[in-house]
């Protein structure tokens, strides 16, 4: 297949791309003409929770606790088909926006049980050969793994064909004890981790320090994420350069979630004077990986949202300031940051001739390949 008329964010002009056996098989400069279409990379979203998505018409959270209790309300009346018709809604907008790929985080705890889970896993198996789905079973605020039924519950969500395993460390009666279950329940069953960890801007709260020398003291290095980490942020220069150090030494992926967290953190009275987004640019600037996710979409944490990961790229720019345009595609690509021949034809071609015009309109009509087959959007 050729794809003509083609803008790349990484080389001026306009080129032609040949699709073959699943790979990008040449990138050949066009003939003299404007760019209709820009390539990049699939879009990859590492953070999702597709069990809540859709799950509200209107709500304004006056706090992030005030969202945590609403949801505990709301989750209670999910079953497992409300939840696999909601994550099937999320999965085919995330695919029409161009992404290929998504780890979701999937609620564990008293409120749900396994039903979260069960809908989840029958969406992801509906939607398996158009878009890869990494299932995060994420024990919740309300499934404190420093209890042993809490851990005993956890393990049975393990059980059903979890890909990732995770919790909500900050809400712990015992964060030592919970992240020792959790991490002792990722070696014995061989899965990654996916921290929701300090999601707050209080610097005496702080548990990414623990844990990270955990992760090296364990040898888990390279399999452990921290997600949010917002109160980075909030550390004076001397302890964030200290903990950014540490987390570069334990190998350790930082996703960062801009919507969500904007609209939660500092959310006081009268107007935010923090922005509460992680330090990405001196994440990177130390040679850590750094992702982007959406978050949560259309629900108590974030009632906004579509899945689309140009929308969390240029609130990226606007927030954290991640101008260069090779970060930022890296980060919305899972670090693929350019499009390469020999590379796997995982392409999304949006209707726009550069990558500022892209984020500028964030327009709809996307071509999207996996593997070299067209899963979504107009013909060529």
Known sequence: MNLDAVALTDRAGVYSLSLRDGKVAAIEPAPDGEARWLALPSLVNLHAHADRSFAVQFFRPRSFADAVAAATEGRAAFTSADVENRATRFFERSIAHGVTRMRTHTDIDPIVELRCMQGVLAAKRAASSRLDVDVVAFSTSRNDLAEMHAVERLQRAIELGANFIGVSLNASSDASRALDALFTLAERSNLPVDLHLDEHMEPSRTLAPMVAEAVIARRLQGRVTFSHLCVLSALAADPARTLIDKIAAAGITVIALPETNLLL?????????????????????????????????????????????????????????????????????DGRRSIEEGAPADLVLIPACSFDDALARRPAGRMVFKAGGQIAGPVP
């Open 265 to 333: 953190q500092d959310r006081i009275e009268g107007t935010p004077r923090r922005r509460g987004i992680t330090l990405v640019r001196e994440l990177l600037a130390a040679g850590v990986k750094v992702r982007l996710g959406s978050d949560n979409v259309r629900d108590w944490f974030y009632p906004f949202g579509d899945g689309d990961m140009l929308d969390t790229a240029r609130l990226a720019v606007m927030a954290a300031h991640l101008d260069d345009t090779a970060e930022l595609v890296g980060a919305i690509c």
